[in-house]
């Protein structure tokens, strides 16, 4: 395993996290605790998780996943070997978990994370974030920026305000943002910086060869303020490892369970796209999900890039790809599939 720095703090991580999201939903519990045994002793010291997981959401399953991790901190007793990042959610209606909908309130906030603590059998959490913003804006990679004037979102100072004090307490140690845009991540930094509160070390938005996004305007900001990027959905679901076609899904498989989260990666496009680099990857002799992997990692602003799986074999495969090094030649490629089939010249 190879680490880099989580941003600009000194704590060294993985450059391959293992995400969680699946815990409690598709992994049973003895699954989940297989999982992260592989994790931790193939040198993965860093999980990421959220309360609101497993996913997708539902009040009957709400801190499943915490709960899972929790007890494998207890019966493994190694909870000094893992960097553990989780997340409180941002805005939404969901009136069974806050009255009127959830919203990042500072008393939100820290009942958040005295949960995930409880959950996880925890005294802190090494990265906080929030899962997404409290104001309206053009997340989870909806196009089209549409401001609503009435929008009265919590003052970034409020939110950045009680992580402040969750950090003085020693309940955090870092924080982070997610499905951020570059007005929210660079704001909060300057209110960092001009405070003196702690400041953001990590961002957590998708990235992956069906999704750069990221690259314009964010990647910037990344390295400029050594913000590293945790990527997550590096497979867009699945789509980049070779399984899929469009008329070939597999019944149970997340891209087509989940299909509200994953419509996204559905498109007549971004099959085709995925296609284009799975032929790629036969090119080059490699296997089309350590391809994908392996981009990721090739990244100068990429901190650490979290991987999912529901199977253990599918886990190593994907570990296996912080040993894959991409040829030169292979970018061009890359890039070539990537303008023709994602973003084509007019």
């Known amino acids: ?7 600009n703090t000194d704590i060294d991580v993985s450059i391959l996290c293992l995400g969680t999201q699946t815990f409690g939903e598709q992994n049973s519990k003895a699954e989940a605790h297989e999982q992260m045994d592989m994790a931790l002793d193939g040198g993965i010291n860093f999980f990421d998780t959220a309360e609101m997981y497993p996913f997708p959401l539902r009040e009957e399953t709400y801190g ?21 990042a989780t997340k409180v959610v941002g805005r939404s209606n ?18 958040a994370a005295e949960g995930s603590l409880n959950r996880l059998r925890t005294d802190y959490i090494d990265l906080y974030q929030f899962h ?9 990679g909806r196009l089209g920026y549409n401001p609503d004037p009435d929008d009265s979102f919590i003052p970034l100072e409020d939110q950045l305000g009680v992580l402040k004090e969750l950090v003085d307490e020693g309940k955090v140690k870092n924080i982070g943002v997610s499905n951020e845009t570059p007005w929210g991540f660079m704001t909060f930094l300057k209110i960092s910086e001009s ?5 953001v070390a990590t961002v957590q938005n998708p990235y992956s060869l069906l999704n750069r996004t990221f690259e314009v305007g964010m990647a910037e900001i990344a390295i400029r303020e050594k913000c590293g990027l945790l990527a997550y959905s590096p497979l867009a679901f699945g789509l ?4 899929y076609s469009r008329a070939d899904e597999i019944e149970n498989a997340r891209i087509t369970k989940y299909s509200d989260a994953s419509k ?10 995925a296609e284009e680099y799975v032929k790629i990857a036969g090119k080059y002799d490699l ?13 100068p602003f990429m901190a650490s890039t979290i991987i999912g799986a529901t199977k253990l074999g599918q886990l190593k495969e994907n570990m296996d790809a912080v040993n894959v090094k991409l040829p030169e030649e292979i970018f061009e490629d890359i890039d070539n599939a990537h303008n023709e089939n994602i973003f084509p010249c007019p």
């Open 287 to 299: 296997k089309p999900a350590q391809m994908a992997l392996a981009f990721n990692l090739s990244r």
């Open 264 to 273: 996204r990666y559905k498109s007549i496009r971004s099959i085709e796209a």
């Open 64 to 84: 499943r996943t915490e709960t899972i991790i929790g007890d494998w901190f207890k019966e493994r007793k190694c909870r000094n070997k893992i960097v553990l």
């Open 195 to 199: 405070s003196g509160w702690p400041r």
């Open 94 to 111: 969901m009136d069974w978990l806050e009255k009127g909908g959830t919203r990042l309130t500072p008393s939100r906030i820290r009942a």
């Open 240 to 243: 980049l490892t070779g399984k």
């Open 1 to 7: 395993m190879k680490y880099s720095k989580l941003g």
């Open 132 to 140: 997404w913003p409290d104001r309206y804006t053009n997340n989870f």
